[in-house]
C-alpha cells in the first residue's frame, strides 16, 4: 500500500515497503525542494527503503539547490546504499541533466549497474520491477 509522504503542486512523494517514489515537477522554489527533502529524510529514519523511483523529468530547480540534493543530501548523508535500486528519469533542464550526468560521472566513474536513468517513467517501472531478477536483490 502507497502511502503519501508529502504532496504539493512541485512535489509528490510517495513510500511501500522498501520502494519511495518521487515525482519533481515545474520549477521548484528553494524552500519547497529543500523540505521535501527533509520529509525524505525523516521517512527514511523510520523504514529501510531499497528502491528509489525519481521522476525529475520536468523539474527545474536552483543550480545551487540541486548541487546540494546530489552532493550534500545524497553522497552527504548516504541516501543510496550499494544495496538500493536507484531508476531516475532524466530531467529535461538542460543544467540538471549535465550536473547529474557529471555527478554520476565523477561518483561511479567505471559506472554502478544499481542506478539506472531512463527517459519516462514507464520504462524505469519496469527496470524496478525486473532488476530484483537480473541482480538477485531481495525485493
Known sequence: MKVTILQNSYVDIKGSNTKLELSLKGF?????????????RLYLQENQVSEWLIDQRTMSVHPKDYKWFLEEFIQGEKIFGKNN?????TPENFYCEFTLNRYLQTRFPNGTSNIARF???ADAQDWLSGAHKAFDYPI
Not at 521548484?28 to 525524505?40: D, L, W, Y
Not at 535500486?85 to 528519469?89: G, I, K, R, S
Open 28 to 40: 521548484i522554489p528553494s524552500e519547497v525542494f529543500r523540505s521535501a527533502c527533509n520529509q525524505i
Open 85 to 89: 535500486l536507484v531508476a531516475m528519469v
Open 119 to 121: 527517459e519516462n517513467k
